[in-house]
Structure formats: C-alpha cells, structure tokens
T-cell receptor, first 116, second 117 residues
C-alpha cells in the first residue's frame, strides 16, 4: 500500500508562470489536506478537500491559489502567476474519512517550489 | 486562534543520552490533541507521538515520551537513549476540530535536533 505520493518533488518556475502540484492520497483515503512550509517555519494549513468538494479553504490565499480533488485522479494545488514569496515546500496529507480524530494524517514528502 | 511555541531553535545531544524538547501552546479549547512530528532531511513528516488532552496519563512510544501539563499548556518531548537517526527537525503541533468538520494542525516553528556520535 503506497503512501501519499506527491509530484514533482522539486518544481522550478519563473515569476508569472503557473505551478501545478499533484497529490495522490493513500489507497482508500478520500480526504486531502494541503499545507505550506515556508523556510524556517512550521507547516501552515491551506485547504481541506474531499472528493469533488472543498470543505475548508480558510488557509488559502484569496488570489492566485486554487485546489481541486476530482472524482478520478490526484488532488491538484494550482498557483497562478507565481511570485518569489510562493517559494516553499507544499505538503499533502490524507485521511480515510472526515472528522475522525482517531485517524492519523499521513503526509507525503512534499513538493519544493522554487520561484526564480 | 491557537498558537504553538517552540522556544529552542536548535539543540544537540550526545548519542545514548536523553534530551527534552519544549513546547507551549495557547488555546481556549478544552478538547484537543497534541502531536510531535519528526522531519528528517528527506522532508518526510513522521508522526512521533500524540496526546489527547482529556487523558491525564502521558503518552509513551518506545524511547519517546511526553510531559503533558494541561494547566500550564506545556507539552515537552523526551527522547531517551538518543540515536543518530533521531537527528531531524521536530515540530510540536496542536489539533482541534473546526466547525467545518476538518481537523487542522497548527505547528510550531520547530527545533533542530542534532545527535552527536
């Protein structure tokens, strides 16, 4: 049973380009969280999704950032018109179902986004 | 809003010795959960130990144990018999259930632990 898979592991973009980060949750998991880790910081919550629904996007910047988790395929975090301040490690975590604190969050290894 | 504070940016310990990492948090909630995560250079976030706030007994996982002081809002991690593989960033995290039904983790800034041979 593969863990949470994120790709690419490293992504380099120039200012103004788009970045697309992919997350495949663990098999059987239908809930996905995205977190961002800035240099020298802990992870910060961005968005929580289940299949085809955004449940909580209170941590998402209002502009340029969007997330989806379609019925088929991975969850996508999309950053349009990237700026240098978007450079960070972006982590995905998955859980089997909503609202169960007894379920551990399983984290992927993150995507390191570097904006030149 | 919850805040999590780790006051030790870096620490080092001799192999086989014991080290304690500090964490304090601020919340008005009564029901919540606390975690310690380990992040080695591979960047993988690995759950080390978790504590339910309603439990008075301190959690233990092999060489890892916590000292949970609810009234003081303190949650320290003790690593016994330190091993070279324990070298990593350690993050303290707080979790509570939001009105949306999601469980969000709030992380501290981390403590970089180096185990010296």
């Amino acid at each position: 049973n593969a863990g949470v898979m994120q790709n690419p592991r490293h992504l380099v973009r120039r200012r103004g380009q788009e970045a697309r980060l992919r997350c495949s949750p663990m098999k059987g998991h239908s809930h996905v969280y995205w977190y961002r880790q800035l240099p020298e910081e802990g992870l910060k919550f961005m968005v929580y999704l289940q299949k085809e629904n955004i449940i909580d996007e209170s941590g998402m910047p209002k502009e340029r950032f969007s997330a989806e988790f379609p019925k088929e395929g991975p969850s996508i975090l999309r950053i349009q018109q990237v700026v240098r301040g978007d450079s960070a490690a972006y982590f995905c975590a998955s859980s089997p179902r909503q609202g169960s604190i007894n379920e551990k969050l399983f984290f992927g290894s993150g995507t390191q986004l570097s904006v030149l | 809003a919850q805040t999590v504070t780790q006051s030790q940016p870096e620490m080092s310990v001799q192999e086989a010795e014991t080290v304690t990492l500090s964490c304090t948090y601020d919340t008005s909630e009564n029901n919540y959960y606390l975690f310690w995560y380990k992040q080695p250079p591979s960047r993988q976030m690995i759950l080390v130990i978790r504590q339910e706030a309603y439990k008075q007994q301190n959690a233990t996982e092999n060489r890892f144990s916590v000292n949970f002081q609810k009234a003081a809002k303190s949650f320290s991690l003790k690593i016994s018999d330190s091993q070279l593989g324990d070298t990593a960033m350690y993050f303290c995290a707080f979790m509570k259930r939001r009105a949306t039904g999601s469980y969000q983790l709030t992380f501290g800034k981390g403590t970089k632990l180096s185990v010296i041979p």
